[in-house]
């Protein structure tokens, strides 16, 4: 892969500056603003993308076993997917090279993933469906997955904007999940997106936001009240996707709880995540989970796989609440570190074996 950066005072001309010379299969691997004291005497306030080309005779070597003539070159949405699918597969391959789980019987099997800490009840479900005397790893695969709900991404609507809500408590990431999201959108699907935040109570997530809203030359809103909300989703009523990020609850606070049920009623989104991080005990998920259930939770979006390494608990929340994952981040870089939920790469982690 040919790698390439390119600077300019916005991402836009960045990427138009990286497309003039590496074309339109150029695909965006980082952004970042230019700090002041940079050794390269780069103007502060500068955005510096890093761009990626595949080269021909690699992708043909690769994915071209029969090449003909007539093959068309990837889209540039392809070769995101396929970025996502390789860094997918390095995280399996992590945990397997790193797991404890050996092939072995399925009761010594099933008494690994019990005092791992899966929940008995889905576990006695999983045992039942595949043959609690069947040591084929695939077959536990394969059942633990069947029941770990996915939603395939965000959706999408024909007219007018679909709205993307992220709650959850202080700390999990969400700002910076905000901006991954958005920015797949954008740069990767073309879409036209904007920011809304309600997050008034942290000026640094307002500056993160508005940081990369201007790296990324999309319009931000800051909203302090439900009607201001109102006002900002008319604002951007001709955009394909508006991504609202809101400020983190307590759990345990009856009247900020309230507070974000008043703004989600007012907001009327069409997915409303409630963002989890892998970093935290299991039974604190749970209350997580119980308390932010007095606001309509469509999805589970699960943060910091990287500082966890534990897949397990997506499995058994999903499975207890019966809602889906949408996605899993593993890392801070945007937009690059946040995987699709797929329900048999979250099994084949935590079961430790390939299929």
């Given at each position: 892969?040919i790698?390439?950066?390119?600077t300019a005072?916005?991402?836009?001309?960045?990427?138009?500056?990286?497309?003039?010379?590496?074309?339109e299969?150029?695909?965006?691997?980082?952004?970042?603003?230019?700090p002041?004291?940079n050794?390269?005497?780069?103007?502060?306030?500068?955005?510096?993308?890093?761009?990626?080309l595949?080269?021909?005779?690699?992708?043909?070597?690769?994915?071209?076993?029969?090449p003909?003539?007539?093959?068309?070159?990837?889209?540039?949405?392809?070769i995101?997917?396929?970025?996502?699918?390789?860094?997918?597969?390095?995280e399996?391959?992590?945990?397997?090279?790193t797991?404890?789980?050996?092939?072995?019987s399925?009761?010594?099997?099933?008494?690994?993933l019990?005092?791992?800490?899966?929940?008995?009840?889905?576990?006695?479900?999983?045992?039942?469906d595949?043959?609690?005397?069947?040591?084929?790893?695939?077959r536990?695969?394969?059942?633990?997955?069947?029941r770990i709900?996915?939603?395939?991404?965000?959706?999408?609507?024909?007219?007018g904007p679909?709205?993307?809500?992220?709650?959850?408590?202080?700390?999990?990431?969400?700002?910076?999940?905000?901006a991954?999201?958005?920015?797949?959108?954008k740069i990767?699907?073309?879409?036209?997106?904007?920011?809304?935040?309600?997050?008034?109570?942290?000026?640094?997530a307002i500056?993160?936001?508005?940081?990369?809203?201007d790296?990324?030359?999309?319009?931000?809103?800051?909203?302090?009240?439900?009607?201001?909300?109102?006002?900002?989703l008319?604002?951007?009523?001709?955009l394909?996707?508006?991504?609202?990020?809101t400020?983190?609850?307590?759990?345990?606070?009856?009247?900020?709880?309230?507070?974000?049920?008043?703004l989600?009623?007012?907001?009327?989104?069409?997915?409303?995540?409630?963002?989890?991080?892998?970093?935290?005990?299991?039974?604190?998920?749970?209350?997580?989970?119980?308390?932010?259930?007095?606001?309509?939770?469509?999805h589970?979006?699960?943060?910091?796989?990287?500082?966890?390494?534990?897949?397990?608990?997506?499995?058994n929340?999903?499975?207890r609440?019966?809602?889906?994952?949408?996605?899993?981040?593993?890392?801070?870089?945007?937009?690059?570190d946040?995987?699709?939920?797929?329900?048999r790469?979250?099994a084949?982690?935590?079961?430790?074996?390939?299929?």
């Amino acid at each position: 892969m040919i790698i390439k950066r390119f600077t300019a005072k916005s991402a836009a001309e960045a990427l138009s500056l990286a497309r003039q010379e590496l074309g339109e299969d150029a695909v965006i691997l980082h952004t970042r603003r230019v700090p002041e004291g940079n050794p390269f005497a780069i103007p502060a306030g500068m955005v510096e993308l890093t761009v990626g080309l595949p080269e021909k005779e690699d992708s043909q070597s690769l994915f071209s076993p029969h090449p003909s003539d007539s093959a068309g070159q990837p889209s540039p949405r392809e070769i995101a997917e396929l970025r996502r699918e390789l860094e997918s597969l390095r995280e399996t391959i992590r945990r397997l090279a790193t797991s404890s789980l050996k092939p072995r019987s399925s009761s010594s099997l099933a008494s690994a993933l019990l005092a791992r800490g899966l929940d008995p009840q889905l576990l006695h479900e999983v045992a039942t469906d595949v043959g609690e005397d069947n040591p084929e790893v695939s077959r536990w695969v394969g059942g633990l997955a069947s029941r770990i709900p996915t939603s395939g991404g965000i959706g999408s609507r024909q007219l007018g904007p679909y709205v993307v809500v992220l709650i959850g408590p202080t700390g999990v990431g969400k700002t910076t999940t905000l901006a991954k999201l958005a920015a797949q959108k954008k740069i990767f699907e073309e879409k036209r997106v904007a920011f809304i935040t309600a997050d008034t109570y942290r000026i640094a997530a307002i500056e993160q936001l508005r940081t990369f809203a201007d790296i990324a030359d999309i319009p931000i809103e800051v909203v302090y009240t439900p009607a201001e909300a109102q006002a900002a989703l008319r604002r951007f009523r001709y955009l394909d996707y508006i991504f609202v990020d809101t400020a983190g609850r307590s759990q345990r606070n009856e009247d900020h709880l309230a507070d974000l049920r008043t703004l989600i009623s007012a907001l009327e989104p069409d997915e409303v995540h409630l963002v989890l991080s892998l970093t935290s005990r299991p039974e604190l998920l749970d209350e997580v989970v119980e308390r932010f259930s007095c606001v309509s939770i469509t999805h589970f979006l699960f943060t910091k796989l990287d500082e966890s390494g534990d897949w397990l608990p997506i499995a058994n929340l999903c499975w207890r609440h019966k809602k889906p994952v949408s996605y899993i981040t593993n890392g801070q870089c945007v937009p690059e570190d946040i995987l699709l939920a797929d329900a048999r790469q979250i099994a084949e982690n935590i079961i430790g074996q390939e299929p």
